[in-house]
């Protein structure tokens, strides 16, 4: 019994020899824990602090990536834009109802054509904003809503607003993000001298003169007609998919 | 006595220490030591990068709601001591007193709006870049103008920055703030009417530049790109492309314990925590506004915490999220020939010291439409409050408060609606905690945060 007491008393002196901070870990005696397997431990947390440091880097990469594209899009500088997609052959671009063109090429050709195109005296302000940004636990793919605002037409015609979200998707290529899909949907398309409510147009439709290499992946109409363009994240509270509790009259969500 | 037991299995495991034969043969862990002492460098390296880009994200963002109050020696705070500001085409102003003198003469020479003006700035789409050292930093943003006075007329406008930051002392200020206006047009007649000298009336201070502008480049509708400071193309990786980051030193003074390197560790988490804290919030805040404009009242009210309020224009405080969901279910089902977007922008983010409460200041910019009927255009600011509960974070208290809504074809030069009161048969459970009149009476939302450079 003696000599347990004296273990205990050994035990109590080791703990209260160095100060313990309510940060510190419970366990820091050498007899219960090894210098060798605390630096362990750190090895293991550094090497998963790397990684999460990587993902924080790999959302602010989307942001600059996608916000890059706003500039390009509202210069009208379609080479540029077309130059942030990945250079596979399965990289696509969708607009509206335009439908779906493959391969940085295509891509970069659909945009001098339509998205990105300056005839004489075209205005197209878009910026980015309202980003949903989720990046692939592994860090090699990552997917975005969007939302942009455009101001757009032809000086000395009416011109439009345009309101309509991205729901966009990334890969990592060589230690670059990319875009390996982008899809912008036009909810509302309407005169600025008459207003939505009393003059809307029709989404885009295909281009007669660069048919796109596949149909819409997704028909729907804007605005007057109701259309919820589906959110790629979960709800960030709930971890659930969203859905109405009464549903939507009018068209089918 | 039930300890006993307790005492004697901790006694035997201590002997068995005591007792060992021999001691372990000691390991040497000098080099482990240092290893980890440079990956914590160089994690923290990382860390302070993305940090500084989420500073330098606010700043320019803060300098947005500062400018849409006129509150002008906030805006000069921001500014570094030799700082210039190049507003085309009207001249440059160099150093922060002939700087202050430049926002002075926007409102003849008043700090803050009067009856009837709007000055909305919008400020959007950063692309942001550090310096290698981390020291310097360059962006380019889009501007929306969206002003006016109150019976005499308002104007749409549009305009990229392309600005650069200096870090002193630690604070991040702005070192070179230069506009380029693309169009600012009436909002009767639009941008696609517009002309040099209708572009021109925008950012004209009543203070003479200290010397013109280098080069007077066109507005449009000729094009003008205004210069890109970034390399063209995706090499977007790490903020700053990796290659121009320069290796952190080793760490010096290595740490040679555990005890000190699991200090070390634990702060460099808690900076992680806070980072993650930014991006969650942000797209906390995003997705309010995504379900908002479906009218997903299950969706939304779940963003918030069981006690959390909820304060929108002068509707009142409703506490609680099953209040919040009626009040959500007022706003009406999406339907045919209904438009209704809650536009989420500028969100000025501030996480709390210990990463688990944070507050947001956002803009709203709403369209709304019934087809055939009305359309109408709002916006005002949100300064929100969140927790983080279980490790999720969530809307502790959602402030919206109102500068306009006001009629499409009339805009906000002819119109704006008053405070909008309570929901027939939904009373709040409090009055609203701010008595206030909107547009075209001057309201400056509570901003939660102080100014980043004066702290005043």
């Known amino acids: 019994m003696r000599r347990t007491n004296l273990a205990l008393a050994l035990v109590g002196c080791a703990l209260a020899s160095v100060p313990i901070q309510a940060s510190d870990p419970v366990v820091t005696d050498s007899r219960l824990i090894t210098e060798e397997r605390r630096v362990q431990i750190l090895e293991a947390k550094l090497a998963s602090m790397q990684r999460q440091i990587e993902l924080i880097e790999d959302h602010k990469a989307i942001e600059r990536l996608q916000q890059q594209w706003a500039h390009y899009v509202s210069e009208g500088m379609a080479r540029e834009a077309a130059s942030l997609f990945s250079s596979s052959p399965t990289a696509s671009i969708e607009y509206a109802q335009q439908g779906v063109y493959l391969g940085r090429p295509r891509i970069e050709a659909f945009l001098a054509a339509s998205g990105a195109r300056t005839a004489p005296g075209e205005l197209r302000e878009t910026p980015a904003m309202q980003a949903v940004i989720s990046v692939a636990p592994d860090g090699k793919t990552a997917k975005a809503r969007w939302r ?106 | 006595m039930k300890i006993l037991p307790l005492i004697a299995l901790f006694a035997a495991s201590s002997s068995a220490l005591a007792q060992a034969p021999a001691a372990p043969r000691p390991v040497d862990l000098t080099a482990r030591y240092q290893r980890i002492a440079d990956r914590i460098a160089s994690i923290d390296a990382q860390a302070t990068r993305v940090d500084d880009y989420n500073q330098l994200r606010n700043l320019q963002q803060m300098y947005g709601y500062y400018y849409d109050e006129a509150l002008w020696d906030h805006v000069a705070d921001l500014f570094a001591d030799d700082a210039t500001l190049e507003v085309e085409p009207h001249g440059v102003y160099a150093g922060k007193a002939s700087i202050r003198r430049y926002f002075l003469g926007l409102t003849g020479g008043r700090q803050g709006l009067v009856q009837g003006q709007l000055n909305n700035q919008l400020q959007l789409s950063p692309v942001i870049t550090l310096s290698a050292d981390g020291q310097r930093a360059q962006a380019r943003w889009r501007a929306f103008m969206q002003d006016g006075v109150f019976n005499q007329g308002a104007n749409w406008g549009a305009g990229v920055y392309e600005n650069e930051y200096v870090k002193q002392g630690g604070v991040w200020k702005i070192a070179k703030l230069h506009l380029y206006v693309r169009f600012y047009a009436p909002y009767e007649s639009g941008w696609t009417r517009t002309t040099a000298a209708l572009n021109d009336r925008f950012g004209k201070s009543t203070a003479r530049p200290d010397r013109p502008t280098a080069e007077r480049h066109p507005t449009w509708p000729t094009r003008y790109i205004m210069p890109m400071h970034y390399a063209q193309g995706p090499d977007s990786y790490r903020v700053a492309p990796p290659n121009s980051v320069s290796a952190p030193a080793p760490a010096a003074n290595a740490p040679r314990t555990a005890t000190q390197l699991e200090a070390q560790v634990r702060a460099l988490e808690l900076k992680l925590k806070r980072l993650k804290a930014v991006d969650s919030l942000e797209n906390l805040e995003s997705a309010y506004g995504y379900y908002a404009d479906m009218s997903m009242q299950d969706a939304t009210s779940v963003l918030f915490t069981e006690d959390a309020t909820l304060e929108i224009l002068g509707r009142g405080v409703f506490i609680g999220s099953d209040r919040i969901y009626e009040y959500m279910r007022r706003l009406g089902a999406p339907t045919d020939g209904r438009l209704f977007t809650h536009m989420q922008l500028q969100p000025v983010i501030t996480v709390a010291a210990d990463g688990n409460s944070a507050n947001i200041r956002a803009r709203l910019f709403e369209m709304f439409g019934m087809n055939g009927q009305q359309a109408q255009w709002a916006e005002g600011v949100y300064e929100n409050r969140f927790v983080l509960d279980h490790g999720v974070w969530k809307y502790q208290g959602l402030n919206g408060y109102q500068t306009f809504y006001s009629d499409y074809d009339k805009g906000w030069g002819k119109h704006s609606v008053p405070l909008m009161n309570y929901f027939p048969g939904y009373p709040p459970d409090m009055p609203h905690s701010i008595e206030y009149e909107p547009y075209p009476a001057v309201f400056v939302a509570p901003f939660h945060y102080r100014n980043p450079v004066s702290g005043r």
């Open chain 1, 148 to 253: 942009s605002l455009v101001m757009g037409g032809v000086h000395g015609q009416d011109g439009h607003w345009e309101e309509g979200p991205y729901e966009n998707e990334y890969v990592k290529e060589a230690g670059s993000w990319r875009i390996s899909r982008l899809h912008w949907y036009t909810t509302m398309r309407g005169s600025y001298d008459q207003g939505w409510h009393r003059k809307s147009f029709p989404a885009a439709g295909p281009l007669a003169e660069l048919p796109p290499d596949r149909p819409p992946s997704e028909k729907y109409q804007s605005f007057p007609q109701f259309h919820l363009p589906p959110f790629h994240f979960l709800n960030p509270v709930s971890g659930q998919p969203v859905a109405w509790d009464y549903p939507p009259a009018g068209s089918a969500p």
